[in-house]
């Protein structure tokens, strides 16, 4: 593109059309009160990174979680330990379990895998959660790429349309989260037992379930709407002490939010792991008492 350049216009000459300079109004970061800064960004730092390596995890564990749920039905019990991914069994097509929640709600019928029904919860609950959605927000759809990087879409509707007016419903997943985190400390406590059904046994897998609970506890208790339903709408934290102290002990945990999300989402995938190597007999779970 070339720009025309004008002689300056003389005295008593008729007045001319003065050539546009710069981008011509319009939307996004081109609309008219917005700086006039042609350049979409003055960082140089490498801020593709943070987004590009978000987007690596995410798409790995989505490759990976999809995997397992549709075809890893066979390899998701490996007693006493039972997947987080198949946890409860919800579907009468699960194999014999010897431990973990099984329910059989949806009787015969269902010939997916159960996971499909399992994970619906814990998946609501971190695709609406207000870290996930910076994340995945700035990795796939450049809304916008990072700080102090103009995104690249001409509007901004926000979360106030569909689909992302959906986004509203993340405090209802938190109290299907939590039910889900009850019943996978269920299956941890039940790691303690060997595979015949007798308590004091303690193997890694044990330690991997332990720490994947705590991890989720962890990440599901620092969450935004716990934080609010703790300590939300109360004029004096005074006349309630005991929701002021627990309100300070989510923020505690709330501070760390990015960081829990990721460590629970390791978790969950190194625990399922871990048990279909056992189920595949990959090797034997070592046991440590």
């Not at 910076?134 to 569909?162: L, M």
């Not at 509203?168 to 039940?190: C, E, W």
Request: with cysteine; proline share 8%; aromatic share 16%.
């Amino acid at each position: 593109m070339t720009t025309e350049i004008r002689p300056p216009q003389q005295p008593g000459e008729p007045q001319s059309a003065a050539a546009p300079s710069g981008p011509a109004p319009g939307r996004g970061v081109h609309s008219p009160g917005r700086a006039a800064i042609a350049a979409r960004h003055l960082r140089t730092d490498r801020w593709w990174a943070s987004p590009a390596l978000t987007g690596f995890g995410l798409l790995a564990f989505i490759g990976y979680s999809t995997w397992r749920a549709f075809f890893g039905l066979h390899t998701a019990y490996a007693a006493p330990y039972v997947s987080p991914f198949y946890s409860p069994c919800l579907a009468a097509n699960c194999p014999a379990m010897k431990s973990g929640a099984d329910w059989a709600l949806f009787g015969s019928w269902w010939q997916l895998s159960p996971a499909l029904i399992v994970l619906i919860f814990p998946l609501g609950f971190r695709l609406t959660c207000y870290y996930y959605r910076k994340a995945y927000y700035r990795a796939f759809w450049s809304s916008p790429p990072a700080c102090a990087v103009a995104e690249p879409h001409a509007s901004y509707s926000g979360e106030t349309r569909f689909p992302l007016i959906l986004q509203n419903i993340h405090r209802y997943f938190f109290y299907f989260a939590i039910v889900v985190a009850g019943i996978l400390t269920y299956d941890a406590v039940l790691a303690w037992r060997n595979p015949a059904g007798q308590w004091g046994h303690a193997g890694v897998g044990t330690l991997v379930l332990l720490a994947n609970i705590v991890l989720i506890w962890a990440y599901t208790l620092s969450c935004h709407s716990c934080r609010h339903i703790v300590g939300g709408r109360l004029r004096h934290f005074s006349k309630h002490p005991v929701r002021y102290r627990m309100w300070n002990l989510v923020g505690k945990l709330n501070a760390r939010h990015m960081q829990l999300a990721w460590a629970s989402l390791i978790s969950v995938g190194v625990a399922d792991l871990y048990v279909y190597l056992l189920a595949s007999g990959a090797f034997t779970d070592p046991r440590i008492f």
